[in-house]
């Protein structure tokens, strides 16, 4: 139980961590804007997903606690 408990804070602090290193990412979506016929008119539109730091830093913190708490914890 200590070993899974540990496993799951070190995961928690590796994706906390990396959400607050990155903030988001932005991905290019193609849509289809008309048709006539046989001829379609595509468009590129960006989009950008965002991660809130506070998602992060509650990991982190989430993490950092279970790590300690199974280390305290006798066998």
Avoid: C
Wanted: proline share 3%; hydrophobic share 50%.
């Amino acid at each position: 139980m200590k070993f899974i408990v540990n496993i799951i804070g070190i995961v928690l602090i590796i994706v906390g961590i990396l959400l607050l290193f990155y903030q988001g990412y932005t991905y290019t979506k193609h849509e289809k804007v008309a048709q006539l016929g046989n001829i379609q008119v595509t468009a590129d539109t960006e989009k950008t997903v965002y991660f809130s730091p506070i998602w992060g830093g509650l990991s982190l913190a989430a993490g950092i606690i279970l790590v300690v708490v199974a280390i305290r914890t006798k066998p």
